[in-house]
């Protein structure tokens, strides 16, 4: 290691000085899992550090090792790690009976807290996760208009269902032409989920029109994420929504808008941003307060699926833990604390993130991006401008750019996700965000020359 990348590690004063337990619990860990931990998508290679606590914008794991993460659990602990107001709620909250087979007054709080943050959300129902919720607002959406089909943008992430997972690992090769072909993510996908998906392009809406229209009798819904990550984390222009709502509408089909990870990008969340007037949204992630959630919320008439009373004709929606207190409580002490004041300044330390991580770029000399909006931001080991899927799709040796980056930035105390994105938490200072630019620079520096070498 040369001597700037000490001075990195010294400012960060977070070397990594050993891995011994984690690495033994790994060895534990595949004897009764496959592959030694239970998410597929915080696995990197040879395995992650296994964490012991995290306190605000820092987690430590077993070998005492400090990171500053910028994952926050995947973009859902906004306020970082045993914040003081939701550990106190979930204590408070808990101690009454963590579950219950009765509704709640504290599903009725975070329910009026989040309806009364737009307009646009004029009920609300709970999920245990992000993907629960969605599978549940194509369930509306098949319910309410009687087809059985749903579009999404290429490569975009919606979770664990299987339509939704359809295109996630399209590819040269495989991803279609004239316009974007169905391919199967999960081994065993059925021919059928295939069928019932029409993959669209981000940000074309010229061809996004064209195949909404030619699908229109059969689509249900179209799924659309303003800020995909998987896509680039680069914003929908305001022409493509337009298009996807005046399209979406005049053809009956349901608008559903996938908040769960850009909620955070305002009070309101972010189809204010776009001017989009959805017919569903999605939310997860910060709306739990770091506990696991997911919520659909939307249109009345849609919402109106869900109603169980007698003579409705309901869409099932139940499980087990749904809209349990303990979620409840702690999702209304992390939103309660969420005023304008604090997206404002979460988004003007995400602007600043950006700016200097751009300079750090520059100064290296090394072909790369950073992508981002709000409190979010994703780095790329290409220059190529970057509209869609296709043109942010990294080559392999831009791959491997990153699967060497990604453990330089954790051997030097920044937790991100592998393919270097993350998202601020409140607890975050410009210093914090300075010190993972400047490190940046450093390892994009350090692994160019190891690829040169
Ligand atoms: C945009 C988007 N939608 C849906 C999901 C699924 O949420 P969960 O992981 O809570 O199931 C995610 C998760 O990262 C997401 O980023």
């Not at 290679?45 to 500053?68: C, S």
């Not at 989040?114 to 129902?125: D, L």
């Not at 929606?317 to 207190?325: E, L, R, V």
């Amino acid at each position: 290691m040369n001597s700037k990348f000490d001075a990195t590690l010294d400012k960060v004063q977070a070397r990594r000085n050993s891995t011994a337990r984690s690495d033994a619990l790994f060895e534990r860990a595949l004897k009764v899992m496959p592959g030694g931990s239970t998410r597929a998508t915080i696995f990197f290679a040879p395995h992650p550090p296994y964490a012991d606590h995290g306190t605000g914008a820092r987690v430590v794991d077993v070998d005492g090792n400090a990171l500053l993460d910028f994952t926050n659990n995947f973009f859902s602990a906004i306020h970082g790690h045993a914040n003081p107001a939701i550990l106190r709620a979930i204590a408070e909250t808990a101690a009454r009976g963590v579950s219950f087979g009765l509704p709640t007054e504290t599903e009725v709080l975070l329910a009026e807290h989040i309806c009364a943050r737009s307009p646009a959300f004029e009920a609300i129902r709970f999920a245990n996760s992000g993907s629960e919720a969605v599978l549940t607002a194509i369930k509306a959406a098949r319910a309410a208009t009687g087809r059985p089909a749903i579009a999404k943008i290429e490569g975009a992430y919606h979770g664990s269902y299987d339509h939704v997972e359809v295109s996630l690992d399209s590819r040269p090769g495989t991803w279609g032409e004239a316009a974007p072909a169905g391919t199967k993510y999960a081994r065993g996908t059925p021919d059928a989920v295939l069928a019932d998906t029409v993959v669209v392009p981000f940000n074309d809406a010229t061809a996004c029109v064209r195949l909404l229209e030619a699908n229109a009798d059969r689509l249900a819904g179209v799924l659309f994420d303003p800020l995909p990550s998987r896509v680039g984390l680069i914003p929908a222009t305001p022409e493509f929504t337009a298009a996807l709502r005046e399209t979406t509408r005049r053809l009956g089909i349901l608008l559903i808008v996938d908040e769960i990870v850009c909620f955070r990008l305002s009070h309101g969340g972010a189809h204010p941003l776009w001017a989009l007037d959805p017919d569903l949204v999605t939310l997860g992630k910060i709306i739990g307060g770091g506990l696991p959630i997911g919520a659909v919320a939307g249109k009345r008439a849609v919402m109106d699926m869900f109603d169980v009373r007698p003579g409705k004709a309901p869409v099932p929606h139940g499980g087990t833990f749904t809209a349990n207190p303990v979620t409840m409580a702690a999702g209304l002490a992390s939103l309660e604390q969420l005023d304008r004041a604090a997206y404002d300044r979460l988004n003007a330390l995400g602007e600043r993130l950006r700016g200097r991580i751009a300079a750090a770029i520059a100064a290296s000399g090394v072909p790369a991006q950073v992508t981002g909006m709000g409190s979010l931001f994703r780095v790329h080991p290409h220059a190529r401008p970057i509209a869609d899927y296709r043109s942010c799709y990294p080559s392999d040796a831009e791959k491997a750019l990153l699967a060497r980056l990604h453990p330089w930035l954790l051997e030097a105390g920044f937790l991100v996700t592998p393919n270097i994105s993350g998202a601020l938490s409140t607890p975050m200072t410009e210093a914090d965000v300075d010190a993972l630019a400047e490190a940046l620079g450093e390892g994009l520096r350090w692994v160019a020359r190891r690829a040169a070498a």
